[in-house]
């Protein structure tokens, strides 16, 4: 497939890697995309800071030529079938707005960043959740950034819509730590309290470890065997 007209779609050719498929599904996205139209996946976080093969060149290009409109952080242990950390990407072929349909933005030198990683709570130990007031937090975030009569502002330590400049500046790094900054109320960071309140939740969750397997230990043994 080296020869695939979807690796031209940035106006180059740019062949993917072979061994990881996350910018072949992106450059497939836009390629199939109208003039006008968007799209919006996720991928893992390992995309957004990659350099194997020509993953850089073409996240470059990605960036240059104004393609990306808004990159998420999401928390760990959002999926059942993997434990990778991920991200959302939102794509737009037309971020100066030129469609009769459009609702007014133009942020084509402009990326949002959004850091949900604090979002969500915990099912279990193994899975979190996304509440109905998070995703709204991130949805509204974004559709406010977007929209004609916007009051966006930035939040430190979760959102930041940051120019193309300086992305560039920061090596075409997508990551959106890297742009948000941390939240106010972690500026006065006090080591002693967060190893405290770290330490107290280890020693409860190990409890717990301890009760469930004493649990199944007993169940165990209630099996009659033969």
């Known amino acids: 497939m080296q020869n695939d007209t979807r690796w031209s779609v940035l106006g180059e050719k740019l062949v993917p890697p072979p061994g990881n498929a996350n910018y072949a599904w992106i450059m497939h996205f836009i390629y199939h995309l ?6 919006g996946f996720v991928l893992s976080k390992g995309s957004l800071t990659s350099q194997t093969s020509t993953e850089g060149d073409i996240r470059k290009a990605l960036i240059e030529k104004g393609l990306i409109d808004c990159i998420v952080n999401l928390p760990t242990k959002l999926f059942l ?3 990778i950390p991920a991200c959302l990407w939102f794509i737009s072929r037309d971020r100066n707005n030129s469609s009769p349909f459009g609702r007014g933005w133009v942020r084509a030198d402009e990326i ?7 979002l969500g709570f915990l ?3 193994r899975n979190r959740d996304l509440s109905e007031e998070d995703i709204n937090k991130i949805a509204n975030t974004y559709h406010n950034w977007r929209s004609k009569e916007s ?3 930035d939040i430190a330590g979760f959102c930041k819509s940051e120019t193309l400049d300086r992305i560039k500046e920061l090596n075409y790094v997508l990551t959106p730590g890297r742009y948000v900054g941390l939240p106010d109320d972690e500026d006065d960071f006090n080591f002693v309290e967060r190893f405290t309140s770290l330490k107290a939740e280890l020693e409860k969750q190990l409890a717990e470890e301890n009760q469930l397997n004493k649990a199944i230990l007993e169940n165990l043994s209630k099996i009659k065997l033969g």
């Open 123 to 125: 099912v279990n130990r």
């Open 81 to 83: 079938n993997t434990q």
């Open 112 to 118: 949002l960043f959004i850091d949900a990683r604090n």
């Open 34 to 39: 109208a003039p006008t139209g968007q799209a």
């Open 151 to 153: 009051n966006y502002e």
